[in-house]
């Protein structure tokens, strides 16, 4: 499956940059799926405008591909099938993004799976491969990207991921079905890397750069970089999110990405919008529990989709996995403090409608 495969809406809507959440995993007090909540979930983020959706991933817990959980290809389908359902007669399609992860035989299984589910990409994970050299990551990515175009994913070293330098990046850009990278370090300086190989290699405008920095969304958005290479300036910008982060509030987050890109158009950025990116670092600092290490990020999103009904509680695969002492209080405060972040009014409206 090659880049050109991808249906045209889909692919442009990528390219111009749009919201893509990761979606979590809807458990019942059991710690079974909930099929009904998963459904409302993914209604949720078409009906909110999102262009994409990320299934597999880590906020779908990595834990699904547990043989005896069983929960990869039932999740994939579930996703791929209710996307299908929820765009039908609407003239539009959302970006069908699948998690991929492990070695490479692993990896190359599920990017097999998730093309014949419906999939149009997979985001590649190297969490599995931090000991390898350069030329054998590479490779692995060379053999997916024969599978399915690859978005590739620059995942911080907290949660699992592991250093990618510029020569790592440049020589990835080479790869001819590269749709896109998911730039995550939280750190500038290893952004940077990313940017700068893209545009050195030429791809520039092959290869769609979105923002998984979840410390610097607003502002990964709103920066432009202008990058001299040796055939000559380039100029790039970061265009979208596919962010854990944007599986809640998914609505005022779609809203939010227009304002960034309008402020691009018109080359002006208020004052407002700094302090909007302040806001929603603050958020985000919340909901992933940065305070405790990130023990809390994904009951973190659960205990936001819970309070608006759209899952039945913040349980987890992992039974360790709970909200961090004092968690639940500052979300009640961010909350409080930005109403104009949440999108609780536009999932009141909608919610029984989602979870028929």
Not at 142 to 168: D, H, K, N, W
Not at 290 to 313: D, K, S, T, Y
Request: aromatic share 8%; with cysteine.
């Amino acid at each position: 499956m090659k880049i050109s495969s991808i249906p045209k809406p889909c692919l442009e809507a990528f390219r111009r940059g749009g919201v893509i959440p990761a979606q979590p995993l809807a458990l019942n007090a059991q710690r079974k799926l909930s099929e009904r909540h998963q459904r409302a979930l993914t209604r949720y983020y078409v009906d909110a405008g999102a262009s994409g959706l990320a299934v597999g991933v880590h906020s779908t817990q990595f834990e699904i591909r547990d043989p005896l959980i069983g929960l990869f290809e039932p999740v994939l389908t579930l996703a791929s099938e209710t996307i299908d359902a929820a765009c039908a007669g609407r003239g539009q399609g959302i970006l069908k993004v699948a998690g991929v992860c492990g070695k490479t035989s692993q990896a190359v299984k599920e990017a097999l799976f998730a093309r014949a589910a419906g999939y149009h990409a997979c985001l590649l994970s190297l969490a599995a491969m931090k000991d390898a050299e350069i030329p054998v990551l590479i490779d692995h990515c060379r053999e997916i990207a024969t599978v399915m175009p690859v978005i590739g994913f620059y995942l911080q070293r907290s949660v699992g991921g592991c250093p990618l330098p510029y020569a790592f990046w440049r020589e990835f850009a080479e790869i001819p079905n590269v749709l896109g990278i998911k730039m995550a370090p939280f750190n500038r300086y290893q952004t940077l890397d990313v940017v700068r190989a893209v545009c050195d290699a030429g791809r520039e405008k092959d290869i769609t750069l979105y923002t998984g920095n979840d410390d610097n969304i607003v502002m990964d958005l709103l920066t432009p970089y202008c990058i001299r290479t040796a055939t000559g300036p380039r100029e790039v910008r970061i265009v979208g999110g596919l962010l854990g982060h944007w599986a809640v509030w998914t609505r005022k987050a779609v809203e939010l990405l227009a304002e960034c890109h309008r402020c691009v158009r018109e080359g002006a950025i208020p004052p407002s919008m700094l302090t909007r990116a302040v806001e929603v670092t603050d958020s985000n600092g919340v909901f992933f529990d940065v305070a405790n290490g990130f023990a809390g990020c994904i009951p973190g999103l659960h205990e936001i989709l819970r309070r608006q009904g759209l899952m039945p509680g913040i349980w987890c695969l992992n039974p360790h996995e709970q909200l961090s002492p004092g968690q639940a209080a500052e979300i009640d405060r961010v909350q409080a403090a930005y109403p104009h972040l949440n999108d609780d009014d536009f999932v009141k409206e909608n919610l029984s409608r989602w979870l028929m």
